[in-house]
């Protein structure tokens, strides 16, 4: 079956550094990706998205390409900031029909100023 | 954009009782919903997908008579914990996806969570 795995966390950064999320999935077909950020006593928020190969999904200072060859999501930011600090959820969704996104454990990143 | 709204958005109860929470979809029909469940730093568990106008379809080792599903609407479905126990305590989310103008890749959008206490 479908499943994702992305780097156990936490991940502390001082503020202004490089973040890395590593994500590999194993999927049939063409799956959808997803990268949801969750805020403290919040639900989830989609961060972005790519649903092809080589797609770069972008939102808010943060990216992650498609990368088919390495079934890989990395998700980025050039530089953190402390409001940053969440929960990020890597996810993928089937080729076909509606159903529910298989996540990920989740990485906890703390940004520190 | 799309929203889906779940309430109560916490909800402390007595052993033994029932809670209900409802997720609504407010600006898109949504035929299909997923519950998910989600343990102190953990990640999500789907728990079930419902269906409007059907029965749900549980996942492996959920118990469909202690959590009982109602899509009544296509803007509405219910989780029912019966007989809630210390265990049942979690933080549960639902989600619904809009297809407006769009396929199946469409982003899933979630409920900001419901978190079940239960003494």
């Known amino acids: 079956g479908n499943s994702v795995t992305q780097m156990e966390g936490p991940v502390t950064l001082s503020e202004e550094a490089f973040l890395t999320i590593n994500c590999t999935y194993t999927?049939?077909?063409?799956?959808?990706l997803f990268w949801y950020v969750q805020y403290p006593g919040e639900g989830l928020q989609l961060l972005l998205k790519a649903t092809k190969a080589d797609d770069k999904g972008s939102n808010k200072g943060f990216e992650a390409t498609y990368r088919k060859e390495t079934t890989s999501f990395h998700l980025e930011k050039g530089s953190v900031q402390v409001s940053d600090s969440a929960v990020y959820f890597c996810?993928?969704?089937?080729?076909?029909?509606?159903?529910?996104?298989?996540f990920g454990k989740g990485t906890r990143l703390s940004v520190i100023a | 954009g799309a929203v889906v709204s779940q309430h109560p958005s916490w909800v402390i109860c007595k052993s033994g009782t029932s809670v209900k929470i409802e997720c609504r979809s407010l600006d898109f029909q949504a035929t299909t919903m997923f519950w998910y469940r989600q343990f102190p730093k953990q990640s999500l568990m789907l728990m079930a997908t419902?269906?409007?106008?059907?029965?749900?379809?549980?996942e492996q080792g959920v118990e469909k008579d202690k959590f009982l599903i109602n899509h009544a609407s296509l803007t509405l479905s219910t989780l029912t914990v019966t007989s809630a126990h210390p265990e049942d305590s979690s933080f549960y989310i639902c989600?619904?996806?809009?297809?407006?103008?769009?396929?199946?890749?469409?982003?899933?959008?979630f409920g900001n969570g419901t978190r079940l206490t239960v003494t």
């Open positions: 419902s269906n409007e106008g059907s029965k749900a379809t549980y």
């Open positions: 999927a049939t077909g063409y799956p959808s």
């Open positions: 996810a993928l969704s089937g080729d076909s029909g509606n159903t529910p996104l298989v």
């Open positions: 989600s619904a996806r809009d297809f407006r103008g769009s396929s199946y890749n469409s982003p899933l959008h």
